[in-house]
């Protein structure tokens, strides 16, 4: 960091002055009002805050409407942090466990400002993606899709691409794939991958799974709970393909690199198998 | 392929100007900020005072502006309204350049409220005066104090303290600073802005993989990082120290966070545009609170400011090169190196798409077609080398794009293209560095074709000629010693022995320790063998055993001095020498080939003990090999002709029960074959025991001079009970024991119907086999089975079940000897579907693909049989001529390619021909019923074509009159045509037909009337 850098730092901090410290319930409007220590809950397009009146005890609940709200200071969900660190591992099971009951109880304030599901059901998304739990993902995807914004439009239309693949509609999934960037995109991306290469492995075009799975792999690759699917996905391919070295060597990287993924203990008895001669 | 250079200016560097506007606009805001929360507002004149500062400050008047916000002072504010004036004057001050004042004003404000709201925001200020006034060390400590605060403010707080540690050398202690903020992970500007820092300072000290954490968390979130540019450089910096280190897994897990330049400006572009919406929004929201005026204004004009931060680092990534095109190169390099060409192909086709530059297109294609090949995909590899040369026909790679079609075609068994391919180069005058690779290439192409098509021998020629303009060309060259030795190696295969004995020997004086030297000895001993010169073969293959001991070569050595031994008829010699060879022999063929010699030889020396000994070791020694329960065979054999029936069988039936489920286990079905005989038959004492066994007593008691004497009467022996071999059988074999698999289960059918057929029960054995037909499905049966059922639907006429077992037995057992059965009965099938064409091309295929020699007699029957149903008639008749003149397949078939040619000459209007050649089937081939019973019919048929129902007539009661024959279904038809001639008047006298059986027909048949 420059010197230059250190003042431009300061600088910043001076900007935020006049907005306040805002504690973990406060919520701020789009003009500039703010409350705080307040208790809500959601009304359809309203959210409803309890507020204190000053110099009084007694509290009243008002309707704010949600296109008002700028953010509102949730605290980050304990679970979030241990969530993060098991899909830095591939560890979808535990990934299902720490999201489950949050992105349960809180999907009411998902599309709240600030609202710390999107981030929790995304990755669960991706956690019930690479377990295989096809339609639990479509239906969270769906879920997802109500939310404005564009990672979340994304993330929805891949993740719905796996109810189709529940229901055998490969042709659905392809297409659905197809219609989101293959480069350059975002995770919606990376998971319309592993549909696609899931769909096409089903129809035996294995150089088209191969593909599909790789792209995650080259192009995607801090969607680390998708990488061991990914490697199990391109491993399976290559058997298609006849190509059985590079196939014990995906499923030698699962037992290496995500041994906490629920890929890993099938990779090792494959592994093994096809080391042998 | 070099690299491009990858630019890595850092952008930071060009702030200063934006720093200074800032700078100022800052201190506007802290004042109209300040105004805006001095509490509540009155009629009072300090207001009016403190509003006048605002203004002036606003205006830049800072002298006025203090002066206002001293009077302010004067009135003796408290609480709050002091706080908010001690804190507005010090920051007026500061904006005067007065930084002793502001200092005071900033520390008495911290002084007499130190929890006060505005305590961070005085620390940070303080410390920026410090700074600037040259008190790096107090600085810091008070940067320090502010970061223990809570809320964004300390949160910045903290990254300019670890900043400055940073920048005053201390970077494990500006981590730890940092550290905290990052431990719920990258999830807001601060968070993303800190570790970016982390990555940079970890970078700078070599710590990638720390760095490398925390990059992969940072593109998890890169919609939160101000400066995408500068995580790419971070990316790529941090990319090419781990690849550096080899380290090519890890690096490239840098190199994918690099976004193309296009998408960063788009998101950039997306950021700015998303601040004018919030700032009209905002601006919208004062229409219905009117009051929070001086709010927005604070939180526009921050939102503006950031607007403009982001717009200029977007200007000055705009005119930058983009970073896509060489961490690309560098992701293609480094997953080449990892072998992961897959990933190679993916990174290349991603510049195919996004790059306009022609000399990278020309990299991608060509490294795209590069990888195809060297992962042995000639089906991908081709097209994507002729795209590249459809594009660069001169282009720098078009010299190895020729060579790598060539080799690809090499590699992928196709010789003849890869010929054209290298002889298209080398014609042209290449003289690349592949140029001699090709021209040897070259040679090696027609050399394969020779050897894989015997109609090509003439390729060896052609080769030899290539060799040696390789050795003319390059007499140096890396390919010199092989092209010397392959030289005589196609005179070899050409036959042309003493060519090629001197081509090996010029070889072995040129390169006496080279590689091929050992197979060069052995050649030349087979040059000798070729010239029945068996003693200098002998003597060479002692010699070469003594030079090359435990060279590659050893065992098909040993086997050819035992070929040249059993040449000289010396039989125990020779099967010494197979012996010896089955102990060096890796080769499944010659492992094979020398044991089975071995065994001929032992069996011409009548040494069983010696058989049962080498199969039994060889079983030992190679468990798993096919060849295996053949030895088993062998091996009861051997325990027969010992006299030890009971143990031969205990043994076979172990044996078999060990393999009976293994569909692949050919020979199974032999070992069952071996039980059903041994068991078909009662026990009888070994020969040679008896042959050793002390002389019988009587014999010994015979004394020479007895001779004359008359043989002593001995008494009947008594009759033993009637044998039952099924009985004997299920003593080794049952269905309880063999299991319940449905294979074996068909085994032990098929063993069952050996057994009938050995005791002459031919109805049970038809009966047997038919069953297996029946209720087995394909792809349950082995080898031999799958042959027989195939046959049995044949001949019930059923082809698309014959298909199904022939097509099962090519799929599954592609190696089995008995794949012949499986060309020829296709053959039949297609025959049987009246599709000679087919016919014909599964005929071919069964000569050519399985070497066809227990099915050569039906296959060229059945070639004849097509020909003739294309109207081929002279190309069917030399065939049908000569399955009905080779000896060696005198039978049946021979009654049918007879047959054949009377239907033959009858098809060409030559009835009387016909007669000839159907009367010949009569005549000569009895036994065969189902060829005799037609043959007399269609001769009935062909005399009252000619008028001579008579002689139809005669020829038909012939027939009728062999009891066999009349018994047969197919006699029906015989009859019926016979009831329909016309009666025949009772003659007497000799028969005159010209019938050659005529003699042994029990009543001539009587001359038809004629009108």
């Known amino acids: 960091m420059s010197a230059r850098s250190l003042t431009h730092m300061i600088l910043l901090c001076g900007v935020a002055l006049l907005v306040g410290i805002l504690r973990a319930e406060d919520i701020t409007t789009s003009d500039g009002q703010t409350f705080t220590n307040s208790t809500i809950r959601r009304s359809g397009e309203l959210l409803m805050i309890k507020v204190t009146m000053e110099g009084s005890t007694s509290s009243v609940e008002m309707g704010l409407p949600l296109a008002r709200i700028v953010k509102v200071s949730f605290a980050e969900p304990a679970e979030l942090a241990k969530a993060l660190s098991a899909a830095t591992k591939g560890n979808s099971a535990e990934v299902l466990t720490l999201t489950r009951d949050y992105v349960s109880k ?109 792209t995650i792999k080259v192009f995607y690759p801090s969607t680390a709970l998708l990488q061991p699917a990914v490697l199990a996905g391109a491993a399976e391919s290559y058997v298609g393909l006849k190509d059985e070295k590079r196939s014990a060597q995906c499923y030698a990287q699962i037992v290496q690199e995500w041994p906490d993924s629920p890929q890993a203990p099938e990779a090792k008895k494959k592994a093994g198998s096809l080391s042998q001669p | 392929m070099s690299q491009p250079p990858l630019n890595v200016d850092n952008l930071s560097s060009s702030f200063s100007r934006v720093v200074s506007l800032l700078c100022f606009l800052l201190l506007f805001l802290l004042v109209t900020g300040a105004a ?72 008495r404000c911290i002084k007499e409220f130190p929890d006060g709201k505005n305590k961070t925001k005085a620390l940070i200020a303080i410390s920026q005066i410090q700074n600037q006034t040259g008190r790096k060390a107090e600085a810091e400590a008070t940067l320090k104090k502010a970061s223990e605060g809570t809320g964004d403010l300390a949160l ?30 990258v999830k807001d500007d601060l968070s993303a802005q800190a570790a970016m820092a982390i990555v940079e300072i970890q970078s700078k000290q070599g710590n990638l993989d720390e760095a490398l954490k925390l990059l992969d968390q940072l593109q998890s979130a890169s919609d939160l990082i101000d400066n995408p540019l500068q995580l790419d450089i971070l990316s790529v910096r941090i990319g090419d120290g781990l690849l550096g280190k080899g380290e090519r897994e890890k690096a490239l897990r840098m190199y994918a966070i690099v976004r193309p330049k296009q998408v960063v400006m788009d998101l950039q572009k997306k950021r700015i545009e998303k601040i004018d919406k919030m700032i009209a929004d905002n601006t919208a929201g004062l229409q219905k609170n009117p009051k929070a005026f001086m709010e927005v204004n604070a939180t526009n004009a921050r939102l503006k400011q950031d607007q403009k931060q982001l717009q200029t680092v977007l200007e000055q990534f705009e005119k930058l090169p983009d970073t896509e095109l060489p961490v690309r190169l560098r992701q293609a390099k480094a997953y080449d190196e990892l072998e992961q060409k897959w990933e190679t192909i993916l990174i290349w086709e991603s510049l195919l798409d996004s790059s306009k530059d022609p000399k990278i297109r020309e990299d991608a294609l060509f490294s795209i077609a590069a990888a195809y090949c060297s992962m042995g995909r000639v089906d991908d590899g081709l097209p994507a080398l002729d795209r590249y040369l459809a594009e660069y026909p001169a282009g720098k790679y078009a010299s190895q794009t020729g060579y790598l079609k060539g080799a690809v075609s090499l590699e992928a068994g196709d010789f003849s293209r890869a010929e054209t391919l290298f002889g298209e180069r080398i014609s042209r005058g290449d003289t690349n560095a592949l140029a001699a690779d090709m021209q040897f290439l070259l040679a090696n192409t027609q050399f394969a074709q020779a050897a894989a098509d015997p109609e090509k021998r003439a390729k060896y020629t052609e080769a030899i000629g ?139 020396l009548n040494r069983w003990d010696d058989i049962a000994e080498m199969f039994n070791r060889f079983i030992e020694r190679h468990p798993k090999h096919p060849a295996v329960v053949a030895c088993v065979y062998w091996v009861s054999k051997a325990k027969i002709k010992q006299g030890k029936p009971e143990e031969a069988k205990k043994y076979l039936a172990d044996n078999i029960l060990k393999n009976i489920g293994d569909r692949q286990q050919d020979a199974v079905e032999q070992l069952l074959t071996q039980l059903s005989q041994t068991c078909a038959k009662r026990p009888r004492p070994s020969l040679i025991a008896s042959q050793n066994a002390s002389p019988p007593q009587e014999s010994s008691s015979k004394a020479p001079d007895d001779a004359s004497a008359s043989p002593t009467p001995r008494p009947s022996p008594t009759p033993l009970p009637p044998y039952d071999a099924d009985a004997d ?133 059945g070639k004849g049989k097509a020909l003739l ?92 009159s062999k009891p066999r024959l009349a018994a047969s279904p197919l006699a029906e038809e015989a009859r019926k045509k016979l009831d329909a001639l016309p009666v025949q008047p009772v003659q007497s006298g000799t028969e005159t037909s010209q019938n050659p059986q005529s003699t042994s027909a029990p009543a001539p048949a009587p001359s038809p009337s004629k009108p």
């Open chain 2, 156 to 185: 910045r707080a903290r990254m300019a303290q670890a900043s400055m540690l940073a920048e005053s050398g201390k970077p494990a202690e500006a981590v730890a600073v940092l550290g905290p903020m990052i431990v719920g992970g």
């Open chain 1, 106 to 214: 809180e999907a009411a304030m998902k599309d709240v400002p600030g609202s710390w599901w999107p981030e929790m059901a995304r990755i669960r998304l991706m956690a019930l993606a690479a377990s295989g739990k096809d339609v639990d993902c479509a239906d969270l995807a769906r879920q997802i899709g109500t939310i404005k914004s564009a990672g979340a439009d994304s993330l929805s239309r891949a993740g719905t691409l796996f109810a189709s693949l529940a229901t055998g509609d490969l042709q659905a999934v392809i297409v659905g794939a197809k219609a989101l960037p293959r480069l350059n995109g975002d995770q919606g991306s990376a998971l319309a991958q592993l549909a696609m290469g899931r769909a096409l492995l089903l129809k035996k075009d294995y150089v088209g799974a191969l593909r599909a799975f790789l």
């Open chain 2, 466 to 604: 290539n060799y040696k303009t390789y050795l003319s060309k390059y007499p140096n060259g890396k390919f010199a010693e092989e092209s010397t030795y392959r030289i005589p190696l196609c005179s070899f295969q050409l036959g042309d022995y003493g060519k090629s004995m001197e081509g090996f020997q010029d070889y072995a004086k040129k390169f006496p320790k080279g590689t091929f030297i050992g197979d060069v000895g052995y050649r030349i001993a087979l040059c000798y063998q070729a010239a029945n010169k068996y003693d200098d073969v002998i003597r060479l293959c002692n010699e070469w055993v003594k030079q090359h001991e435990g060279e590659l070569m050893q065992a098909e050595v040993l086997s050819l001095k035992g070929d040249a031994y059993d040449k000289k008829d010396m039989a125990a010699e020779s099967a010494a020498a197979y012996r010896e060879s089955v102990n060096f022999a890796e080769n499944d063929d010659l492992l094979k080939y020398s044991l089975f010699q071995a065994n001929t030889q032992y069996q011409k």
């Open chain 2, 36 to 107: 805006n929360s001095a509490g509540p507002q009155n009629e009072a004149t300090p207001e009016d005072t403190f509003k006048a500062g605002a203004a002036a400050f606003q205006s830049g008047n800072f002298d006025e502006a203090a002066k206002n916000f001293q009077s302010v002072l004067a009135e003796g504010p408290t609480g709050e309204a002091l706080e908010t004036i001690l804190f507005t004057l010090a920051s007026t001050y500061f904006n005067q350049k007065n930084l002793p004042r502001a200092e005071e004003y900033y520390t």
């Open chain 2, 729 to 861: 059988f299920a003593k080794y074999l049952s269905e309880s024991s063999a299991g319940n698999t449905p294979l074996a289960k068909a085994r032990m059918r098929f063993a069952l119907a050996q057994l009938a057929g050995y005791t002459k029960r031919q109805d049970r054995q038809k009966e047997l086999m038919a069953s297996i037909y029946k209720d087995f499905p394909a792809d349950q049966l082995s080898a031999m089975l799958l042959s027989e059922c195939g046959q049995i639907a044949l001949e019930r006429g059923d082809a698309d079940k014959a298909e199904a077992f022939f097509k099962e037995l090519m799929t599954s057992f592609p190696k089995s000897d008995l794949l012949e059965y499986a060309y020829c009965g296709m053959g039949q099938v297609s025959l049987a579907r009246n599709q000679p064409e087919e016919a014909l091309k599964w005929f071919d295929d069964a000569v050519n693909k399985a070497s066809a020699d227990a099915t050569l007699a039906q296959v060229t029957y």
């Open chain 2, 869 to 960: 149903a294309q109207g081929k008639f002279d190309e069917a008749k030399k065939i049908f001529e000569q399955v009905a003149s080779t000896k060696d397949w005198r039978g049946e078939i021979t009654a049918k390619a007879l047959m054949s040619l009377g239907e033959l000459e009858e098809k060409r209007g030559e009835t009387d021909a016909a007669i000839q050649y159907y009367q010949r089937v009569f005549v000569a081939y009895q036994r065969y019923p189902a060829v005799v019973i037609p043959a007399y019919i269609k001769a009935a048929d062909a005399f009252i074509k000619l008028n001579k129902p008579e002689d139809a007539a005669k020829d038909l009661k012939d027939m009728l």
